[in-house]
């Protein structure tokens, strides 16, 4: 691939333009398990509280994230990136200056309505580039790099700064990322550009794969965004640290990068069910028990197993979803309902805790994993059955 630079830049250049979008889509909801108790603190403010907070924000993402899947077949995801990234910038300078539980609540979701607009003109682009596979590996090796950079540097910016010099820092990260944008690829020349949303939607390909495979990631999201709102607690109530978890944190990315390394190096020389059916079962597997967990070792080790097999999985899940429409259709509104998982997936999870305790977490996990990757799996055996390319 080196040997060929119009690829190398094709293919390398967007991808990091796809991560700097996903990393200013997706840090206000993966930083929530550590803001947690910094919020309630600052807001004075119940857990409960906090919740609707969260899922506030998790759905407005979802809506804007869903509501992109049809401008990007249209329009330049460079100029939607561009204003996604600046209203996600407003947003959260916005956070920083209130403390008013209401406000923050609007201004918050107005950062995850920018994040969603971004990431949408990002996955469109990924599913359009020339090997989406590889594409969506190496976005997701920077994306997870920098997220897991971030995680470390968290609590050091709280002890110093508070809440507001993480969504200040967060404000300069999203300006920094806007030159990258203009490596998008430009939506594909298609008859798309001429009709109505309805006609769109309803003639998109592949219908039935793609609301099975959707379907799938919802209900698989379920216990993974389960676990991951209780990641920061499952560690602290085995012993670690605030400051030895952020230390793990930003040594699981060794493990991530080898994970999306591993699948920018197989690419879809194995088609896409095999390496989905390996990474999202080892994942499953190891969330479970992660849920559990309560020797810092294993909980090490298990944060671990579980960041390779997502890393691995990411790019064949947005993959198979990018082979079903080039356009990027299915690959945008497939982005949203796998992050839509990420406001009802908590509420399951304090509810068990609440009423039955860490353990049958674990169940719930490896309940909704197995559903949701025999649907996803079923779909992406299919695409390779019919030599579908992404």
Not at 210 to 217: C, D, N, Q, R
Not at 336 to 342: D, E, H, I, L, T
């Amino acid at each position: 691939m080196l040997n060929h630079p119009a690829t190398f830049r094709s293919v390398f250049f967007g991808a990091l333009a796809v991560a700097a979008a996903y990393n200013v889509g997706l840090w206000g909801l993966y930083l929530q398990p550590q803001l947690l108790s910094p919020l309630m603190e600052k807001l004075q403010a119940s857990e409960t509280d906090i919740g609707v907070l969260y899922g506030a924000e998790n759905f407005a993402y979802f809506l804007a994230l869903l509501l992109t899947a049809i401008p990007v077949t249209k329009y330049s995801r460079t100029k939607m990136a561009i204003a996604g990234t600046v209203i996600a910038l407003v947003g959260s300078v916005a956070s920083a200056f209130t403390d008013n539980f209401s406000m923050l609540l609007f201004y918050r979701c107005v950062v995850s309505v920018g994040g969603g607009i971004a990431s949408g003109a990002a996955t469109a682009s990924g599913a359009g580039s020339k090997d989406p596979v590889k594409t969506f590996a190496i976005a997701g090796m920077v994306y997870l790099f920098i997220f897991s950079l971030g995680r470390k540097l968290v609590p050091i910016g709280l002890e110093h700064f508070g809440v507001s010099g993480i969504f200040l820092g967060v404000a300069i990260f999203c300006a920094a990322t806007i030159p990258l944008y203009f490596f998008l690829n430009p939506p594909i020349k298609a008859l798309s550009a001429k009709v109505n949303l309805w006609t769109l939607v309803r003639n998109a390909p592949y219908r039935l794969y793609a609301i099975l495979a959707m379907s799938g990631l919802f209900i698989y999201e379920l216990g993974q965004n389960a676990v991951f709102t209780y990641m920061d607690k499952l560690g602290e109530k085995t012993g670690l640290t605030g400051d030895d978890r952020g230390s793990i944190y930003l040594l699981s990315f060794t493990l991530e990068l080898l994970g999306g390394g591993l699948a920018a190096w197989l690419g879809s020389r194995y088609g896409k069910f095999k390496p989905l059916f390996f990474g999202l079962g080892l994942n499953i597997t190891s969330a479970a028990m992660f849920a559990v967990v309560e020797d810092p070792v294993y909980y090490i080790y298990l944060l671990f197993l579980w960041n390779f097999s997502y890393a691995f999985s990411m790019p064949y899940i947005t993959g198979t979803l990018s082979a079903l429409d080039k356009e990027g259709r299915w690959a945008v509104a497939g982005d949203a309902f796998w992050n839509f998982s990420s406001t009802p997936g908590p509420i399951f999870a304090t509810l068990i805790i609440t009423h039955f305790g860490y353990n049958p977490l674990a169940l719930w996990v490896f309940t909704s994993g197995a559903v949701g990757i025999t649907l996803f799996c079923y779909t992406a055996r299919k695409a390779d059955k019919l030599g579908l390319d992404g």
